[in-house]
């Protein structure tokens, strides 16, 4: 082939370029376009600031939760104790800090919930990767035993939490400043390090990263480590949030995970997806509830409304692998 | 190649086209079913629960159908049982600029929402549970605690009906989840029978207060264990699973019959009144559920004219005199025609005001009364 034939070809690959790359990043338009709607439809949403800082506020801890799941997703395995994860650690350091008062010192209380979180999230880890366990029945049991396990310490709400702990999760700042600088983070270690190339190819196929040397062992113990980190961020938030700790903490937290992440691109089977890309599954959700809250829709029909929602981001992300192929296979053709 | 990519291309925006229409239409759907604002009328925001069968549909249209008949602008979300939810919507109201807000709380991390309110000069009322900051100005419901304690008088007063010729009696104690309304209603009714000599609670189970775990979890506790003299179940929902347990090991027996199983509980509704009728519960506290957010809302329409002093003062009696309801015609009855609300008594807990309404005692005797919410929206 001439080289005039070559550059041809690349030049008339072009327009395919931003085609693909729209389709990579689809919850993106998609939430702009939503955007739009919701302007038109509900304006206030984003033409009171007020409204909107809420908003993010509240979408925190939800979105250090669908971290968590992502990063777990990534690799090609599930994580359902995210919400357990993320209400145990809070309510066990509650207990640490105000019922029982073992410490008080805040930032004491701070490592104590880090490190519940993260231990939960190695025993999965270890539980799978060691061990063989299934990660739906691993992580299923985990869901059970520290939902339960909230009940156990304490059936009141817990209050008297130390000001500097209860801090961050109180501020709106801060709070949306660490849930962007987690997701910038992540998204930069998944891209740039070794370790993020080695939770996508573990994702895409275990065996035969294994067979290129990687880890898996490691990766997968990694991975569920860090997703009790954020699940334990994910509790501190909401600790803060509410200033007081009930039992009932993070319930019902795993499936809005599950939903904002796959809305967000990340694919259920592992390998693909953007870290990025989950938190705009999170600021879809957020926007498309605040505006029904605010807009006065139905209280009865907003959890129908949300699994529509659901539904049109799922076909569509079959609609684009499709057009995927097709887009690729166009140019391969030329 | 150039045809194929036409056909990509025109493939793509077919399918663009198509997405776009839906979701055009789609917003205009959305956009129908938003609620409208009247600018002149009060914006009243409305944090409540939704799931609960019957009793909070009684709760919720009920207040609904007054807030239309006073010209409010009314919005309702549900807390789906979530602190942080209920959280986040009555700091919404705040945000959105509404004049009062109503809430069910459902547990004390919403107080600081509420005081964030009434920084705001926003007046929050609350119904059904009451939530513990000063900043609320006024509460009204039955009393859970009040209605536990009444239960406790009428299962001993049954008890010694039913079992005559004993001296010692034996209870189980089916409860719900630790919430506040749940909490109440266990620690009242215990507080009664710890200071009885002749009674004894033999276990206390905990279910979700759902029909189906209540049954489930009762059965299992019956299967194993020796029947108690009598129940307290501590809702409708949680009773009727109960008296599904008896009916399924066949203990269920109406009052009189010798294997009687004496059952009170708070709560009358639809499907316990028949039960009651036909003498498997003795007797139910029942709410006036029908009249919390429509009273809320007369609280509120007079706090607007008259500021602080026209809310109820703690140690004051209050009747239909001071809150009259004009009946609607509502699913053949006239609704709110007969006050079975009053009188409620008003106290002080928590530094704000409790405008605790009657509890109704319905037994076999009364079950039928046209006035019980339960026979209203049966």
Known sequence: MSTSTIIDNQLERIPERPVLILLDNMIWPILAVISVLVLLAVPRVFTNTATLRLMLFAAVPLGLIVLAESICLLSGHFDLSVGAIAGFSAVFTAMVLAEW???????????????????????????????????????????????????????????G?????????????????????????????????????????????????????????????????????????????????????????????VFPAFAAAIIGGISLFGGRGK????????????????????????PTLIEVVNGIVLLIAILLYNMKANIRKQVLSAGAGT | MVAGSDFTCMHITSRRGYLASIAGASAIGVAGCMGED???????????????????????????????????????????????EQVTDIQQFVAEGYDAIIAAPFDEAVDEAINEADDADIPVFTVNDPGTTDAIKTFTA??????????????????????????????????????????????????????????????????????????????????ANDAPDGIYATNMT?????????DRLDLDAPAGDDDHIVHTQPDAGPDVNPLIEDGYIDAAVDQPAHFYIPLAIQQMLDYFEDGDDALPQPGDTVDEDDYPFDPIEYEGTQLWENPIWAPAEVEEHDGHTHVLTAGIVVTDENVDDPGLWGNIWG
């Open chain 1, 161 to 253: 939490l130390p000001d500097g702990y209860t801090a961050p999760g109180n501020n709106a700042v801060v709070a949306i400043g660490i849930l962007l600088a987690s997701f910038a983070l992540m998204a930069g270690i998944f891209r740039y390090t070794q370790f993020g190339q080695a939770v996508y190819a573990v994702g895409s196929d275990e065996e035969s990263a294994r067979a290129v040397g990687i880890n898996t062992e490691r990766t997968i113990i990694l991975v569920y480590t860090l997703s009790g980190f954020f699940c334990a961020i994910a509790g501190l938030m909401l600790t803060g949030y509410t200033g007081i700790v009930s039992p009932n903490i993070a319930d019902d937290m």
């Open chain 2, 38 to 84: 009247d600018d002149d009328s009060l914006r009243v925001g409305v944090s409540q629960h939704l799931v609960g069968g019957d009793w909070v549909t009684a709760f919720y249209e009920a207040g609904e159908m007054y807030a239309e008949e006073q010209g409010i602008s009314y919005n309702v979300v549900s807390h789906d049982e979530d602190s942080a």
């Open chain 2, 142 to 223: 039955f009393g859970n605690a009040e209605a536990g304690e009444t239960c406790g008088e009428l299962m001993v007063e049954s008890l010694e009906e039913q079992y005559s010729d004993q001296d010692e009696y034996t209870v189980l104690h089916v409860r719900g989840d630790f919430n506040q309304a749940s909490n109440a209603r266990t620690d009242g009714f215990d507080e009664y029978i710890d200071a009885q000599d002749n009674v004894d609670v033999v276990d206390t189970i905990q279910t979700n207060w759902s029909i189906e775990d209540s049954q489930s979890t009762t059965e299992d506790y019956l299967s």
């Open chain 1, 101 to 159: 008062s073992l410490v008080s010192n805040p930032i004491l209380g701070v490592l104590i919930i880090i490190g519940v979180g993260c231990a939960i999230g190695a025993t999965n880890g270890v539980m799978i990767a060691k061990f063989g366990m299934n990660p739906f029945l691993q992580t299923l049991a985990f869901f059970i035993i520290f939902g339960g396990g909230k009940l156990a310490l304490t059936t009141q709400p817990i209050s």
């Open chain 2, 238 to 246: 949680c009773g009727i699973g109960v008296q599904n347990a008896l």
């Open chain 1, 275 to 298: 870290l990025l890309g989950a938190l705009g599954g999170v600021l879809l959700l957020s926007i498309i509830e605040t505006s029904l809250n605010v807009g006065g829709f139905d």
